[in-house]
């Protein structure tokens, strides 16, 4: 599938390396792009990761948002979970939802989260229920560095803008039963807990990679 950015060209690994690890549809090609000898000097990563990162939090917590802003300024690959089933489904998480049901797209998701663990180091953006089932926490608890993106539910809100593009985001209440029922879960997995209420994504992504550099995650590329 091609494709393209915000100035309708098209992306290859060549000329954005970056964005089109956000598009890949097999888990392979994100490291032959990352690896690739043909990367122009001006897109070889500028850092290098010892570690998968996983980002886990509730929805509009800005995981996405987030880990993007992170790999573009460190030159990282990164992935997202969500947006890499639906481009190998060729379906969105909506018509999933709709279709097939949670527990289907529960089982993509595991999948997916598998496959990625052992193909890094890369920044992961997870899905708000990666934590749900045991079996994820145990794959991301063994297999890298975890930022917990922490929201309220007055702030989740607040972002969020469309929530027809996230079946299981309804209102304000739900919104704090369910942060309250995972909270737990979030904290099992988490290396690290990120407050992300009133800061912007740059200030967040500033944050996380000033820890990852002091925890050893993420280096200068020797080379
Ligand atoms: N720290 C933040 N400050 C303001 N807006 C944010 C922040 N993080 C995310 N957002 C906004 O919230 C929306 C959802 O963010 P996203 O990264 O998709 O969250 P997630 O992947 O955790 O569900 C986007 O419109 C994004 O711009
Ligand atoms: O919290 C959840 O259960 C979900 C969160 C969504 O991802 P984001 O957290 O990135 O919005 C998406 O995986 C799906 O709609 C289910
Ligand atoms: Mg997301």
């Known amino acids: 599938m091609e494709t393209k950015d915000a100035e309708n060209q098209t992306i290859t690994p060549e000329t954005n390396p970056i964005a089109y690890t956000l598009s890949v549809t097999t888990p392979d090609e994100v490291v032959s792009v990352v690896n690739s ?12 990761l010892t570690r998968n990162v996983f980002f886990v939090g509730f929805m509009v917590a800005g995981k996405t948002s987030t880990s993007r802003r992170l790999a573009r300024q460190c030159g990282l690959a990164t992935i997202d979970l969500d947006a890499y089933i639906e481009r190998r489904e060729r379906r969105s998480i909506n018509q999933i939802f709709a279709t097939e049901g949670e527990d289907a797209f529960r089982a993509m998701e595991t999948e997916a989260l598998a496959e990625f663990a052992h193909k890094g180091p890369m920044l992961v953006s997870c899905g708000g229920g990666i934590v749900l089932r045991e079996e994820n926490r145990e794959i991301l608890k063994q297999n890298g560095f975890v ?14 803008s469309d929530v027809s593009t996230r079946p299981l985001f309804k209102d304000l209440e739900t919104a704090r039963k369910t942060i309250a029922g995972r909270l737990p879960m979030y904290e099992d ?10 800061k912007s994504i740059n200030v967040v992504a500033q944050e996380i990679q000033d820890i990852l550099e002091k925890e050893g995650v993420l280096c200068l590329r020797q080379k």
């Open 37 to 48: 000898p043909e990367l122009k000097p001006a897109s070889r990563p500028v850092y290098e």
């Open 189 to 198: 997995v988490a290396s690290v807990s990120i407050d992300t209420v009133g």
């Open 147 to 160: 930022v917990y993106l922490q929201v309220t539910a007055e702030q989740a809100v607040e972002r969020v």
